[in-house]
């Protein structure tokens, strides 16, 4: 990640990383500066007033609110926020089995004015795991398949590490070195890396299959705090009616 | 904020926002891709060892780490950065009366490879604040001059609202109105703002300067909790030996 979007810097793309300290989770805008459409991607619930607020004092149209997966450690704001910004759609893939107003898989694009976001399919932390690489591959929001020289876990809902090892090879470190990653969480107070920076220095990626395998099933981690009430609720965007 | 900065993209600016959850404080690393030579601004005690660990493993060499301001909020790493990574000098402003390897005043740069940032006397919220201007004007460390929709309080430390204003106005808002606005804190999980956003959205600074002193002179804000052994930390360094 040494260079930033050239496309962001000339062509009027609108982005901020935003942060929920609870679970440490990023939620990211995206908008085209010139149509004003504008995406989100991982809204936290007790974090909508405050999207909705800055997407409304910068002028823009929400169009849709997207997640990267089936959260378990925090309530998705998606639904909250089709109610605030009316006309939003909520957007998750088809695999992960949570209601959406729109499902999408592998190749499918979201588009706000002439950007767009381009799913790639990346299970083994979750089933249904999407990665959203930016049109011109310069960003890539990565969910919890990779994180800031870490990953997501593999000892829940569907988690696989053989099948996180080739998401994440196949469909993420064969993105441009300089491609900038954005995780859907940090929990060391940092925001951004990139594919050179995590093919050389993730501890666990940098292994082979066998030991990244050994590795993810012998991380012991406690269940986290929010699943009984975060998977039920995010299977429905979070409210009782997507 | 609608664009990143045209230099980042295309000649090679090395830049991180990092994050220290207990004070709230961002701290930025800036670095010349190519000469490797970098910078930090406002640096965390108890979190420099993680910044010292990135600049490492990106290759960088270290040579100043900056404060905005002698801070009352939280115990700066300028002292042990230089101990983790020699070579390095500590730098702040003169009228902060703390003790640094370099002083510095209005129009004084800090050089990094082929940028510079340029310190911007904007006191206030204390006497030594300085901003940080990055030298094509792209981006600017405000400290605690001006924050996301907010300023840095001015009720110790030296502190004027009437001071704080002007410095705001005639030192921040006169920059270009798609500069991008990094704040010293954040406490809502916001990141960044712009000239123009702040000049239309701040609720205290878009006020005339009769009603921001009224304001900022009733906020009723309770002491910091660590300014007693922040800052007689800070005016040497955040350790003994600065
Ligand atoms: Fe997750
Ligand atoms: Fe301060």
Redesign the pocket.
């Known amino acids: 990640c040494r260079r930033y979007s050239a496309m962001a810097a000339s062509s009027g793309l609108v982005f901020r990383q935003l942060f929920e300290p609870v679970s440490c989770t990023y939620t990211y805008l995206l908008a085209d500066k010139n149509t004003k459409e504008a995406i989100l991607i991982d809204p936290v619930l007790d974090k909508a007033e405050r999207d909705a607020k800055l997407i409304k004092d910068l002028g823009l149209n929400m169009i849709y609110a997207a997640n990267?997966?089936?959260?378990?450690?925090h309530i998705t704001g998606t639904g909250i926020l089709k109610k605030l910004l009316p006309g939003c759609k909520s957007v998750i893939s088809k695999d992960s089995g949570a209601r959406a107003d729109l499902y999408i898989q592998e190749g499918d694009q979201i588009k706000f004015g002439k950007f767009w976001v381009e799913a790639r399919s990346t299970p083994g932390?979750?089933d249904g795991?999407l990665t959203y690489v930016l049109n011109d591959k310069s960003m890539a929001f990565t969910?919890?398949a990779l994180l800031i020289r870490g990953c997501?876990?593999t000892d829940f809902?569907q988690g696989c590490p053989k099948t996180l090892y080739h998401s994440v090879h196949s469909k993420i470190f064969s993105l441009p070195g300089n491609c900038l990653l954005y995780p859907?969480?940090d929990y060391t107070g940092q925001t951004v890396s990139s594919v050179e920076e995590e093919k050389r220095l993730n501890p666990r990626l940098t292994k082979d299959e066998a030991e990244f395998v050994k590795i993810m099933n012998n991380l012991n981690l406690p269940k986290p705090k929010q699943i009984d009430v975060a998977v039920p609720a995010n299977l429905k965007c979070g409210i009782q009616d997507p």
Chains 1, 2 share one sequence.
Request: glycine share 18%.
């Open positions: 990267t997966h089936c959260h378990a450690d932390h979750t795991c969910g919890d997501g876990r809902q859907g969480h």
